[in-house]
């Protein structure tokens, strides 16, 4: 079986590893339109649907996507059956931990109370992640006893630095985590709220991550994790004014707290990368 990708992911690696799967091997850009004998049993599409995911699909036996807002854009624009085309969202590739062990080890380091609550932004992308967005939203919390946590590369943590000053009510709040030094899945595990505010259409997969790792989790409408989350949660843009009382009313409310934590929890569960393997093989025992 010939398979291509537009970009690799946890599930593709695993797969890759099957001696009977074939990686596609792309030809020069000016013959990916006009090559007819081209072989491609499954296409895996992220990311934006252009010209060339377009003649990608078209050419394949079957489309893999993660999101259904892409099934139905694909479907759309390179006019394909929707039976031609499955979803698997990102998977949850990341091992839990109970937050009140991870948050005990972490209580020096952070500097933090039995009731801190943490806030959590990672993303590969600072920029179109909404970074700006996230430290306007949280500077304007008025819950008291909280950190927030920047998970990032070294590179975009020290582009971040000029334009942490202006948030004089985060400058003992701010703790900044190098992705490379830090332990990440203890991270995510220690956090109570996710905030993404993305400009990205495409799912990250750090959300997934994080609903793994029963945090609140919120994000803007244009992002398809709108398909997983609540409309609670669902933010109408990434600078959403709303979104600084929905985080106070969840920090305030513990049992409001805890259920969304636990509903983020069990949805995520379903997208475990073993999960999502068994999806896969039964989407090959079809085509």
């Keep these: 079986m010939v398979i291509h990708y537009k970009t690799i992911n946890s599930l593709i690696e695993k797969i890759k590893e099957n001696a009977w799967i074939k990686i596609y091997k792309k030809p020069l850009l000016s013959k990916i339109f006009g090559n007819k004998n081209d072989n491609i049993d499954i296409y895996f ?7 060339e995911a377009i003649a990608y699909a078209k050419k394949s036996k079957h489309i893999i996507t993660n999101s259904f807002s892409n099934l139905n854009e694909i479907s759309r624009k390179a006019e394909i059956e929707e039976n031609k085309i499955d979803v698997i969202y ?82 003992n709040k701010i703790i900044l985590l190098d992705n490379k030094n830090s332990n990440i899945d203890e991270i995510f595990s220690a956090s109570d709220i996710f905030l993404l505010p993305s400009h990205s259409k495409n799912i990250a997969s750090s ?58 929890r069990k949805i995520a569960k379903e997208l475990e990368l073993n999960r999502n393997i068994l999806k896969f093989e039964e989407i090959i025992e079809k085509i």
């Design 90 to 171: 990102p998977s949850a590739n990341i091992i839990y931990s109970k937050e009140k062990i991870v948050k005990e080890k972490y209580k020096k380091e952070f500097e933090l109370s039995d009731n801190t609550k943490l806030i959590l932004f990672s993303a590969n992308n600072f920029k179109t992640s909404g970074i700006k967005e996230f430290l306007d939203i949280v500077s304007n919390i008025s819950y008291i006893d909280y950190k927030v946590l920047i998970l990032g590369s070294k590179q975009q943590l020290k582009n971040l630095e000029f334009s942490l000053p202006k948030y004089e009510r985060l400058q």
């Design 207 to 264: 959300v997934i991550k994080a609903m793994y790792c029963k945090c609140v989790v919120f994000s803007t409408i244009n992002n398809d994790i709108k398909e997983l989350i609540d409309v609670f949660s669902t933010m109408d843009r990434p600078n959403d004014p709303s979104t600084p009382f929905k985080i106070d009313a969840v920090l305030h409310d513990v049992n409001e707290l805890n259920n969304i934590k636990k509903q983020n």
């Design 45 to 51: 599409h992220s990311g934006s649907i252009d010209d």
